[in-house]
């Protein structure tokens, strides 16, 4: 059975620093892309960042660029998502999401975590 699990979300000031962790277990990790989604209060929910199963393809939402970056530690199974310069606009719960395919990460993977709640106080 495939299982993500998301852990790190906090409170947290504006200005701030985050890293969410991604475990993953029952696949073989270093064969799926691995994306990150929001999802605001009342929005929908949206993919932040993506990585390729090789690591050698990222996709970064605008609105993240130069403050979010993602990585994968292969040897834990884990995939993070470290996040800076954190502003109330960044308050969601988080998701990580794993699929075979890189684009399918991107437009509708088939895996999700249960999701992990940020908030950034002004």
């Known amino acids: 059975e495939v299982q993500l699990v998301e852990s790190g979300g906090a409170l947290v000031q504006t200005g701030g620093s985050l890293r969410l962790s991604c475990a993953g277990s029952g696949f073989t990790f270093d064969d799926y892309a691995i994306g990150w989604f929001r999802q605001p209060p009342g929005k929908e929910r949206k993919e932040v960042l993506c990585?390729?199963?090789?690591?050698?393809?990222?996709y970064y939402a605008d609105s993240v660029k130069g403050r979010f970056t993602i990585c994968r530690d292969r040897a834990k199974n884990t995939a993070y998502l470290q996040m800076n310069n954190l502003i109330p606009g960044d308050t969601a719960i988080y998701y990580c999401a794993a699929d075979p395919s890189y684009i399918a990460t991107l437009r509708g993977p088939n895996y999700w975590g249960q999701g992990t709640q940020v908030t950034v106080s002004s």
């Open positions: 990585i390729s199963s090789s690591g050698g393809n990222t």
